[in-house]
């Protein structure tokens, strides 16, 4: 992750997942398992979701920024989910400051799975489909890496997994800090070069003598 502080606000960018990488063990509705969101499953999400939400710890008071107002972007790239965006937030941009950024969580809704049971070893929970419509910076808690509860929306109870992000160094960079160049030293004046002494006029009697000389 980076976060970088510019004069509209800290731009934070990264990687959020790696699809196809196999995680540390979850516990799911499957019970504990290995798990591995497969490649397009965030494309498919994306495309599908209507605006995405950054939120600060889980926090739905706390929106940091958003695709519909353009301040995130959220992608599946070649590498995996990235998410860039722009927040204002002055409690964030002070947790950057100080250090305290921990990293990113996501929710999965509805997701389609197939379970690989295996003979040694936990089962593979290969998930190839979604939802998504959050994505967390994690900042004043301990990121937990999986975690199951219930949601009721539209009368309708579901079933929402979050997951933390894949670990990533953070890199914090102020560009708002002035730097003050010192002023380089003033060259020296030139030292006029002294003007040509006059030649000697000649004295008056050497003028008449030549004078005389030229008319012999």
């Given at each position: 992750?980076r976060?970088?502080?510019?004069?509209?606000?800290?731009h934070?960018s990264?990687?959020v997942n790696?699809?196809g990488?196999?995680?540390r063990p979850v516990m799911?509705?499957?019970?504990?398992?290995?798990?591995i969101i497969?490649q397009?499953?965030?494309?498919k999400?994306?495309?599908?979701?209507?605006?995405i939400?950054m939120l600060l710890?889980?926090?739905?008071s706390?929106?940091?920024?958003?695709t519909d107002t353009?301040?995130?972007?959220?992608?599946?790239?070649?590498?995996?989910?990235?998410?860039?965006?722009v927040?204002?937030?002055?409690e964030?941009?002070?947790?950057?400051?100080?250090?305290?950024l921990?990293g990113?969580s996501?929710?999965i809704?509805n997701?389609?799975?197939?379970?690989?049971?295996?003979?040694e070893?936990?089962?593979?929970?290969?998930?190839?489909?979604?939802?998504m419509?959050?994505?967390?910076?994690v900042?004043?808690?301990v990121p937990v890496?999986s975690?199951t509860?219930?949601?009721v929306?539209?009368?309708t109870?579901?079933?929402?997994?979050?997951?933390?992000?894949?670990?990533?160094?953070?890199?914090?960079?102020?560009t708002t800090e002035?730097?003050?160049?010192?002023?380089?030293?003033?060259e020296?004046?030139p030292?006029?070069?002294?003007?040509?002494?006059p030649?000697?006029?000649?004295?008056?009697h050497e003028?008449?003598?030549?004078?005389i000389?030229?008319?012999k």
């Open positions: 992750m976060a970088e502080l510019r004069a509209d606000g800290l934070i990264g990687y790696v699809p990488r196999q995680s799911t509705p499957h019970g504990r398992v290995i798990e497969e397009r499953a965030f494309a999400a994306i495309e599908r979701a209507g605006n939400q710890d889980h926090d739905h706390r929106v940091l920024a958003e353009g301040t995130l972007s959220v992608r599946e790239d070649a590498v995996g989910l990235r998410a860039e965006s927040v204002t937030d002055p964030v941009i002070d947790g950057a400051r100080a250090g305290k921990k990113w996501f929710n809704r997701p389609k799975d197939v379970l690989e049971v295996r003979a070893g936990l089962p593979i929970r290969h998930i190839t489909d979604l939802d419509d959050e994505i967390t910076l900042m004043n808690k890496y975690s509860s219930i949601e929306r539209a009368d109870e579901e079933s929402v997994e979050c997951r933390a992000g894949d670990s990533e160094s953070i890199e914090f960079v102020d002035q730097r003050t160049e010192p002023e380089p030293a003033p020296p004046e030292t006029p070069e002294p003007e040509p002494a030649e000697p006029k000649p004295k008056y003028t008449y003598t030549n004078r000389n030229a008319l």
